[in-house]
């Protein structure tokens, strides 16, 4: 047993506990396309090398918050926490059964037997985090071994950069032979314009691919808020026009996730409950509705029950 995973990082916000019940009704089907298991640390260790020791929220909990929402089912992403060791994901995923999806974390060197057994599992994706703040380097070199692998498993490939590094990245990023999908719209730095140049950019560099947006996170993004907290149905209204305009433009590749626990936040942790009021005010008709939260994961996660 890792005793260091019981030393939480100070300042950690826990997950928010009994969250209010969402004025939004969901429709039926919902997916949440992004959110995270960390733990148990005495039953899942974290990694040695991680950057952050979280608290745990568990599968159980995880599962009580989808129930409690009225989300049907879930796209389990694995955290950096936990490295590339997906037990945490991998025990989640078989008690969800076809309820869940995973999206691991692998070394470069993964064998076959592995990719298949995660498969089974219900992973259909590898998440790469570019931020950083959370990495040693940029896994630009392992990306692209893995990426040809996972191609014929019909998988796809997670991103998780920041605005500025997208200059710096597109190129590559195209050059890869699987489905993208962008965590939390490449995080604009929501002070400028949703009608400037640097959304543009990233903007171009969707239309101009295979590529998926997950238009989560508003309580990572936001500066000016207000927070999802004390019955605020109106939250983050500096982040809903970034929204709203992938959600107009890209309606059949846009995604949705809680974050759930929302790992490293520094400011607040929003209320669940609030978040799911958030949707509303960036897909906003019943079909765009419709699109982000039951088609577009049913067709990515789970296209065998699209066709």
């Not at 079909?287 to 994961?297: M, T």
Request: negative net charge; aromatic residues 10%; contains cysteine.
């Amino acid at each position: 047993m890792n005793d260091q995973a019981f030393t939480v990082t100070p300042g950690w916000l826990d997950w928010y506990r009994g969250p209010s019940r969402p004025g939004f009704v969901l429709p039926p089907g919902t997916v949440d396309a992004h959110c995270h298991v960390f733990g148990p640390a005495a039953e899942f260790p974290f990694a040695p090398e991680r950057k952050y020791t979280p608290v745990d929220a568990s599968k159980h909990d995880l599962f009580a918050l989808r129930d409690h929402l009225g989300v049907a089912r879930n796209v389990i992403v694995q955290a950096t926490c936990h490295g590339a060791d997906n037990s945490a994901l991998v025990d989640a995923l078989l008690t969800a059964g076809d309820l869940a999806r995973g999206v691991a974390t692998v070394r470069p060197d993964v064998s076959d037997e592995e990719l298949r057994r995660l498969h089974e599992a219900g992973v259909r994706g590898l998440r790469f985090n570019f931020v950083r703040r959370l990495v040693d380097a940029a896994p630009t070199e392992a990306l692209e071994t893995i990426a040809r692998r996972i191609a014929p498993l019909g998988w796809h490939v997670v991103l998780y950069f920041e605005a500025a590094d997208l200059p710096d990245l597109e190129g590559f990023f195209a050059s890869l032979p699987v489905p993208l999908v962008i965590d939390h719209m490449g995080r604009p730095d929501v002070t400028r314009s949703a009608d400037g140049p640097e959304f543009a950019r990233f903007l171009r560099f969707v239309d101009a691919g295979d590529v998926w947006v997950k238009v989560s996170c508003p309580e990572r993004l936001t500066v000016s808020g207000p927070p999802a907290l004390d019955g605020e149905r109106n939250a983050y209204r500096d982040v809903v026009p970034f929204a709203r305009k992938v959600v107009e433009e890209f309606t059949d590749r846009v995604l949705w996730g809680t974050d759930w626990p929302h790992p490293n936040l520094k400011d607040h942790m929003p209320d669940d409950g609030l978040l799911v009021d958030h949707i509303p005010h960036v897909a906003t008709t019943p079909a765009r509705q419709r699109a982000l939260l039951v088609d577009n994961p049913m067709r990515l996660y789970w296209p065998e029950e699209t066709r």
